[in-house]
Structures are given as structure tokens and as C-alpha cells.
């Protein structure tokens, strides 16, 4: 695919050996032609390889400026994809050098790490804008930008930040854009990043589940959801697992509930601090906690390994989330489960969900 063979060496020790559909598609066309380019594709298809081996093979070394860089919506997302970046590049034969730049970290660290020579930045759109403003770093040197979750960004009110790095990176050669869905709003954003057509791929999403996940249902009255819950983590002894909620409050809520039933349990929700959010993250791939409860943003970046199973205590809004929260099982080729509690009326809701992800639900009795 016009990989580096260093690069391949990081690959093969993160077990990454057969390509997705997205990395197939994306991969020999950014790092040969490297213009600008959009991806339709859910999360969970191998969108952060996809563009961050290309970009790697875009950057010199020689160099001490920053060259490439990477938004993401939020600090969770940043933060993964700088990690991803930074394995890629265990056996590479240049140093390249990674900055992470998101809320929830001192900014003064983030403006000493900068005076460090700095390659490649991934960032959220808001603390970017404020080192900026501080004058702690210039994208006047970069070549590539890279908008992931694009459509996360402008549902989160990130235009105003977007137009402006546009703005700030005028020198840029070219524009890589990855996003869920297209909406108007992304065609608007789309025409104001890029002068010409970028060339265009779109992931079906029928390809995009997990093979190895198991997709059940069960009907559940609302008052029915925590006998349920209860019965099945009980059955399922020492494995770990999510449960997704749609609110915050529903999410502390559960917590509580689940706390009083006796499950070793902890709850990330929007409103924690960084600090709080990095010790319940922490406790969770430390073991020390077997269950999270997770809203579908706060759980944007989870990357947990040896997760069994992901519970739906509500079917998410939107088809994507799905598809997210249910990639956080089955990883590194094992096998998972996911399941959705489900009232009456959402059996139709199911049939959609099979249709267009081209999985078949089993309905536990």
C-alpha cells in the first residue's frame, strides 16, 4: 500500500496486519497523490491509520516546525489518536515529534512542551485557538490538516474555530476531512476548506460492524432494565463491560443503583473535570472497577482492552452511536456482545438497525 517499512514494523506489533475497507481505500491515494480528500465512515473503521500513516510519511524530520495537523472534537478522541500516532512510529528511522493540545491539561505544560521541536499537533479546535491567541505556537508551516469527526464538530458549535484555523493554515497543501454523515453543513464546510473537488470516498455502512460482535435484544419495561442488568452481570461473573445511557443525570443515576445492588461500578459523564475523568479511567483499565456507565460523548476515545460486553440501557439517537459503542467490545480480533434493552415500541427501531448496518439481532427471551 506504500507503507514504509518502518512504519509496518510498529503495524505488526499492534497486531494490525490486514487492512479495513477505509485504510484499503484512503491509504495509497493520500500518500501518493495527498491532495485534498473526504471519507464517509462511522468510527470504529480504522479512520485514525487511514490518515495517520499517510500524514507520518508527509512530515520531515529535519525540520523542527509543525507540518501536519490533526482536529478531533473532543479531548478523549485527541488524545487516542495522538497515542495511535505515537506507536505507529516505535520503529521509525526519524524521530517524529507529537504534541497532544486539549482541555483538561495545564496550559502552561502544553506551552512549555511546545518550545520542544514539535512535528505533528493533534488538537481540539477550542484549546488550539487559545495557545494561538497566547502566541505558543504558528501554524503558518502546515502542509496537512486533517478534520476528524467532522461532523462531531460542527454538532458541538466548532465552525467559528474551524473557519479560523482555515484561515491560520492558508500555506497548507492539503485538506484531509473524515466524517459520519454529510450533512449540508459539512458540503458548506467542505467547500470553504477546499478550492477544487476533493477526491471522495464513502464506507457502506454495512461494513463497518464488527464481524465478531453478537448483537442481541431484550424488551424490557422501564422498571424491568435493572432486574435485567443484575441478572445477567451475575451470570457473567468477573467480565467487564459498558453500559451506555443517553443523559447525564440517567448516567449517575444507574451508578447509584448499580452501587446498591453491589457492582463494582463507576460513572464518566460530561460534567467531570479532566482530572476526574483521567482516575476513573484509570480505575477502570486498572480492573479496580468491573462496570463503566458511559454517556455517548463522554465515552468518545474509549480504549479499553478485554471488554465482553457493551449494554444499550437506551438505543442510542443516532445510527453512528451504535456503531461506536458497540466497537468498544469484540477488539484485537475477540469476540463480544453487544445488547440493547429495548420497550415495545422500539422493535422497529431494531429492524432499521439491522437493515442499515447489515447485522441480525437475536431477541433474548
Known amino acids: 500500500m506504500g507503507i514504509p517499512g518502518d512504519l509496518v514494523e510498529g503495524l505488526q506489533e499492534l497486531g494490525i496486519i490486514t487492512p479495513t475497507e477505509v485504510q484499503e481505500k484512503t491509504i495509497p491515494f493520500l500518500i501518493k497523490n495527498g491532495g485534498d480528500f473526504c471519507a464517509q465512515a462511522q468510527t470504529g473503521t480504522g479512520k485514525t491509520a487511514a490518515f495517520g500513516l499517510p500524514l507520518l510519511t508527509k512530515i520531515d524530520s529535519r525540520k523542527p516546525v509543525i507540518q501536519g495537523l490533526v482536529i478531533a472534537p473532543t479531548r478523549e478522541l485527541a488524545k487516542q489518536i495522538g497515542k495511535h500516532l505515537f506507536r505507529y512510529t516505535k520503529y521509525a528511522k526519524e524521530k517524529i515529534f507529537i504534541e497532544v493540545l486539549a482541555g483538561g491539561e495545564p496550559m502552561e505544560r502544553q506551552i512549555s512542551n511546545l518550545k520542544r521541536p514539535t512535528h505533528i499537533i493533534v488538537a481540539t479546535p477550542g484549546r488550539l485557538i487559545d495557545l494561538i491567541k497566547k502566541k505558543a505556537l504558528s501554524l503558518v508551516d502546515v502542509k496537512h490538516l486533517v478534520l476528524d469527526e467532522a461532523d462531531e464538530m460542527l454538532s458541538m458549535g466548532f465552525k467559528k474555530d474551524l473557519v479560523t484555523i482555515f484561515g ?32 471522495t470516498i464513502k464506507i457502506d455502512k454495512a461494513h463497518v460492524v464488527n464481524q465478531n460482535i453478537d448483537h442481541r435484544f431484550a424488551v424490557c419495561g422501564k422498571d424491568e432494565k435493572n432486574e435485567f442488568l443484575a441478572e445477567f452481570l451475575h451470570k457473567r461473573g468477573d467480565e467487564r463491560g459498558l453500559i451506555f445511557v443517553r443523559t447525564k443525570a440517567g448516567a449517575i443515576t444507574l451508578g447509584r443503583q448499580m452501587e446498591k445492588l453491589g457492582f463494582a461500578v463507576d460513572v464518566i459523564q460530561g460534567d467531570l473535570s479532566q482530572r476526574e475523568r483521567d482516575k476513573v479511567m484509570r480505575g477502570f483499565k486498572n480492573q479496580k472497577t468491573q462496570i463503566l456507565i458511559a454517556t455517548d460523548v463522554a465515552a468518545r476515545g474509549i480504549d479499553v482492552e478485554g471488554l465482553s460486553f457493551v449494554i444499550h440501557y437506551q438505543l442510542p439517537e443516532q445510527l453512528e452511536y451504535y456503531t461506536h459503542r458497540s466497537g468498544r467490545t469484540a477488539r484485537a480480533g475477540k469476540k ?15 429492524g432499521r438497525f439491522e437493515e442499515d448496518l447489515g447485522v441480525t439481532f437475536t431477541e433474548i427471551s
Open 168 to 199: 491560520l493554515t492558508r500555506g497548507r497543501r492539503s485538506t484531509w476531512l473524515f466524517s459520519a454523515t454529510f450533512p449540508d453543513s459539512i458540503q458548506s464546510l467542505v467547500k470553504g476548506a477546499m478550492p477544487g473537488v476533493p477526491e
Open 336 to 350: 463480544g456482545t453487544s445488547i440493547a434493552l429495548i420497550d415495545p415500541r422500539e422493535r422497529k427501531k431494531i
